[in-house]
Protein backbone atom coordinates (compact mmCIF):
# COMPACT_ATOMS: atom_id res chain seq x y z
CA UNK A 1 0.00 0.00 0.00
CA UNK A 2 0.65 3.34 -0.99
CA UNK A 3 -0.11 5.98 1.11
CA UNK A 4 0.65 9.99 0.89
CA UNK A 5 0.85 12.00 4.20
CA UNK A 6 0.27 15.70 3.83
CA UNK A 7 0.13 18.08 6.81
CA UNK A 8 -0.19 21.68 7.86
CA UNK A 9 -2.55 22.72 4.64
CA UNK A 10 -3.45 26.03 6.79
CA UNK A 11 -6.01 27.19 3.74
CA UNK A 12 -3.67 27.43 0.56
CA UNK A 13 -5.79 26.40 -1.47
CA UNK A 14 -3.25 26.61 -4.65
CA UNK A 15 -0.85 24.30 -2.67
CA UNK A 16 -3.09 21.56 -2.07
CA UNK A 17 -4.39 21.64 -5.43
CA UNK A 18 -0.99 21.40 -6.37
CA UNK A 19 -0.02 18.30 -4.22
CA UNK A 20 -3.06 16.82 -5.20
CA UNK A 21 -2.27 16.81 -8.79
CA UNK A 22 0.92 15.35 -7.88
CA UNK A 23 -0.38 12.62 -5.72
CA UNK A 24 -2.81 11.39 -8.48
CA UNK A 25 0.62 10.22 -10.36
CA UNK A 26 2.11 8.85 -8.14
CA UNK A 27 -0.25 5.62 -7.18
CA UNK A 28 -1.43 6.21 -4.37
CA UNK A 29 -3.74 4.11 -2.53
CA UNK A 30 -4.96 6.15 0.39
CA UNK A 31 -4.32 9.87 1.66
CA UNK A 32 -3.74 10.45 5.20
CA UNK A 33 -4.01 13.66 6.48
CA UNK A 34 -2.29 15.27 10.08
CA UNK A 35 -4.11 18.21 10.29
CA UNK A 36 -3.75 22.17 10.74
CA UNK A 37 -6.53 21.96 7.40
CA UNK A 38 -6.70 25.59 8.51
CA UNK A 39 -5.43 28.98 9.41
CA UNK A 40 -3.00 31.50 7.94
CA UNK A 41 -4.55 31.60 4.73
CA UNK A 42 -7.20 32.30 2.51
CA UNK A 43 -9.14 29.47 1.67
CA UNK A 44 -10.03 27.79 4.62
CA UNK A 45 -14.06 26.22 3.27
CA UNK A 46 -12.35 24.92 0.32
CA UNK A 47 -9.45 23.09 1.86
CA UNK A 48 -11.40 21.25 4.30
CA UNK A 49 -14.35 20.14 1.69
CA UNK A 50 -11.27 18.88 -0.42
CA UNK A 51 -9.94 16.83 2.50
CA UNK A 52 -13.19 15.79 3.56
CA UNK A 53 -13.81 14.67 -0.07
CA UNK A 54 -10.15 12.71 -0.88
CA UNK A 55 -8.21 12.15 2.64
CA UNK A 56 -9.22 8.59 4.66
CA UNK A 57 -8.63 9.38 7.68
CA UNK A 58 -7.77 13.14 8.73
CA UNK A 59 -6.24 13.88 12.65
CA UNK A 60 -6.89 16.74 14.24
CA UNK A 61 -4.33 19.76 14.28
CA UNK A 62 -3.67 22.85 17.10
CA UNK A 63 -5.38 25.24 14.60
CA UNK A 64 -8.15 23.05 13.67
CA UNK A 65 -8.42 22.90 17.50
CA UNK A 66 -8.26 26.20 18.48
CA UNK A 67 -10.47 27.37 15.56
CA UNK A 68 -13.15 25.00 15.51
CA UNK A 69 -13.17 23.31 19.69
CA UNK A 70 -12.02 25.38 22.17
CA UNK A 71 -11.07 29.16 21.32
CA UNK A 72 -9.60 29.78 24.35
CA UNK A 73 -6.27 28.09 23.14
CA UNK A 74 -5.61 31.53 21.08
CA UNK A 75 -4.53 32.96 23.50
CA UNK A 76 -1.15 30.87 22.91
CA UNK A 77 -1.06 31.84 19.34
CA UNK A 78 0.63 35.15 18.08
CA UNK A 79 -0.74 38.19 16.87
CA UNK A 80 -0.90 36.86 13.29
CA UNK A 81 -2.24 33.53 13.92
CA UNK A 82 -4.54 35.09 16.11
CA UNK A 83 -5.71 37.25 13.87
CA UNK A 84 -5.94 34.14 10.89
CA UNK A 85 -7.69 32.33 13.00
CA UNK A 86 -10.52 34.69 14.37
CA UNK A 87 -11.27 35.61 10.37
CA UNK A 88 -11.38 31.78 9.78
CA UNK A 89 -13.73 30.85 12.35
CA UNK A 90 -16.03 33.33 10.97
CA UNK A 91 -15.92 32.59 7.68
CA UNK A 92 -16.07 28.48 7.89
CA UNK A 93 -19.47 27.22 7.61
CA UNK A 94 -21.33 24.67 10.38
CA UNK A 95 -20.82 21.86 8.42
CA UNK A 96 -17.11 22.05 8.43
CA UNK A 97 -16.74 23.55 11.71
CA UNK A 98 -18.60 20.13 12.57
CA UNK A 99 -16.22 18.21 10.53
CA UNK A 100 -13.28 19.46 12.19
CA UNK A 101 -14.53 18.82 15.40
CA UNK A 102 -14.92 15.40 15.34
CA UNK A 103 -11.23 14.71 14.26
CA UNK A 104 -9.47 12.20 16.51
CA UNK A 105 -6.11 13.39 18.11
CA UNK A 106 -4.32 10.16 16.95
CA UNK A 107 -4.58 7.24 14.29
CA UNK A 108 -3.11 4.01 14.23
CA UNK A 109 -2.54 1.77 10.82
CA UNK A 110 -0.93 -0.94 10.15
CA UNK A 111 1.84 -0.38 11.96
CA UNK A 112 1.53 2.92 11.65
CA UNK A 113 1.12 6.07 14.33
CA UNK A 114 -0.31 9.37 13.21
CA UNK A 115 0.01 12.25 15.13
CA UNK A 116 -0.01 16.07 14.16
CA UNK A 117 2.03 17.31 17.05
CA UNK A 118 3.95 14.55 19.26
CA UNK A 119 2.86 10.81 20.51
CA UNK A 120 3.51 11.67 23.80
CA UNK A 121 0.98 14.62 24.20
CA UNK A 122 -1.55 14.62 21.12
CA UNK A 123 -3.35 17.04 22.49
CA UNK A 124 -0.44 19.74 24.21
CA UNK A 125 1.01 20.30 21.16
CA UNK A 126 4.69 20.17 21.54
CA UNK A 127 7.55 20.19 18.90
CA UNK A 128 9.49 18.19 17.91
CA UNK A 129 12.58 19.90 16.46
CA UNK A 130 15.60 18.02 17.43
CA UNK A 131 16.70 14.11 17.62
CA UNK A 132 17.15 14.90 21.41
CA UNK A 133 13.46 16.09 21.64
CA UNK A 134 12.42 12.98 18.98
CA UNK A 135 14.00 10.29 21.42
CA UNK A 136 12.10 11.34 24.15
CA UNK A 137 8.77 10.35 22.22
CA UNK A 138 9.87 6.85 21.00
CA UNK A 139 8.75 5.92 24.57
CA UNK A 140 5.38 7.00 24.15
CA UNK A 141 4.59 4.89 20.96
CA UNK A 142 4.74 1.43 20.17
CA UNK A 143 4.41 1.23 16.06
CA UNK A 144 7.18 1.20 14.08
CA UNK A 145 7.00 4.92 12.48
CA UNK A 146 5.39 7.98 13.80
CA UNK A 147 4.29 10.46 10.82
CA UNK A 148 3.61 14.24 12.21
CA UNK A 149 3.46 17.69 11.49
CA UNK A 150 3.04 20.77 13.05
CA UNK A 151 6.76 21.99 12.83
CA UNK A 152 6.46 22.27 9.49
CA UNK A 153 10.38 21.47 9.25
CA UNK A 154 10.64 17.42 7.33
CA UNK A 155 13.00 15.68 8.86
CA UNK A 156 13.84 11.84 9.60
CA UNK A 157 14.43 10.79 13.32
CA UNK A 158 15.66 7.00 13.94
CA UNK A 159 15.14 5.65 17.22
CA UNK A 160 18.70 3.98 17.16
CA UNK A 161 21.47 5.39 15.63
CA UNK A 162 21.34 8.12 12.21
CA UNK A 163 19.44 7.86 9.36
CA UNK A 164 21.06 6.81 6.48
CA UNK A 165 18.83 7.59 3.72
CA UNK A 166 16.76 4.32 4.22
CA UNK A 167 14.09 2.78 6.21
CA UNK A 168 15.53 -0.01 8.35
CA UNK A 169 12.72 -1.80 9.38
CA UNK A 170 14.56 -3.47 12.28
CA UNK A 171 14.41 0.06 13.74
CA UNK A 172 12.02 2.90 14.42
CA UNK A 173 11.29 6.58 12.83
CA UNK A 174 9.51 9.55 14.00
CA UNK A 175 9.10 11.16 10.22
CA UNK A 176 8.13 14.93 10.22
CA UNK A 177 6.55 15.03 6.38
CA UNK A 178 6.51 18.96 6.23
CA UNK A 179 4.01 21.49 5.41
CA UNK A 180 2.08 21.66 2.26
CA UNK A 181 1.14 25.38 2.48
CA UNK A 182 3.46 27.30 4.93
CA UNK A 183 7.00 25.60 4.77
CA UNK A 184 9.50 26.81 7.08
CA UNK A 185 12.69 24.85 6.47
CA UNK A 186 14.25 28.46 4.17
CA UNK A 187 12.32 26.39 0.93
CA UNK A 188 9.03 27.54 -0.11
CA UNK A 189 8.34 24.62 -1.76
CA UNK A 190 5.20 22.56 -0.39
CA UNK A 191 6.52 19.38 1.55
CA UNK A 192 4.43 15.89 1.68
CA UNK A 193 5.36 12.12 2.25
CA UNK A 194 4.44 9.19 0.46
CA UNK A 195 5.64 5.85 2.42
CA UNK A 196 5.16 2.27 0.66
CA UNK A 197 4.11 -0.46 3.46
CA UNK A 198 4.99 -3.20 0.94
CA UNK A 199 8.89 -2.10 0.33
CA UNK A 200 8.98 -0.10 3.29
CA UNK A 201 10.28 3.32 1.50
CA UNK A 202 9.33 6.80 2.08
CA UNK A 203 9.86 9.74 -0.10
CA UNK A 204 9.72 13.56 0.56
CA UNK A 205 8.24 15.25 -1.87
CA UNK A 206 8.59 19.45 -2.76
CA UNK A 207 6.55 20.93 -5.54
CA UNK A 208 6.30 24.96 -6.41
CA UNK A 209 2.81 25.84 -6.92
CA UNK A 210 1.04 29.27 -7.47
CA UNK A 211 2.19 31.05 -4.55
CA UNK A 212 2.00 34.55 -5.70
CA UNK A 213 -1.55 33.36 -6.10
CA UNK A 214 -1.94 32.50 -2.67
CA UNK A 215 0.03 35.08 -0.97
CA UNK A 216 -2.37 37.88 -2.63
CA UNK A 217 -5.44 36.04 -1.49
CA UNK A 218 -3.76 36.45 2.03
CA UNK A 219 -4.02 40.41 1.57
CA UNK A 220 -7.23 40.43 -0.42
CA UNK A 221 -8.83 39.02 2.47
CA UNK A 222 -7.51 41.48 5.00
CA UNK A 223 -5.53 39.27 6.52
CA UNK A 224 -1.78 40.30 7.58
CA UNK A 225 0.88 41.02 5.34
CA UNK A 226 3.28 39.24 7.46
CA UNK A 227 1.67 35.94 6.03
CA UNK A 228 1.06 36.87 2.83
CA UNK A 229 5.00 37.59 2.73
CA UNK A 230 5.78 34.44 5.06
CA UNK A 231 4.30 31.69 2.27
CA UNK A 232 6.77 33.65 -0.69
CA UNK A 233 10.21 33.31 1.38
CA UNK A 234 9.40 29.91 3.18
CA UNK A 235 10.03 31.13 7.02
Known amino acids: MRIAIISDIHSNLEALTKALEIIDTK ?10 IVGYGANPNECVEIIKKRAKYVVMGNHDFAVAVDPTELAYFNSYAREANLWTRSVLTEENL ?24 PREWEYIFT ?3 AKVQFKYFTEKICFIGHSHLPGIFPETGFYNGKIDKNNRYIINVGSIGQPRDG ?7 IFDTDTWTYENIRSEYEVDKASLKILQNGLPDFLARRIIIGR
Open 187 to 193: DWRLSFG
Open 98 to 121: EFLRSLPFTISLKNLLFVHSSPAQ
Open 27 to 36: NIDEIVCLGD
Open 131 to 133: EAQ
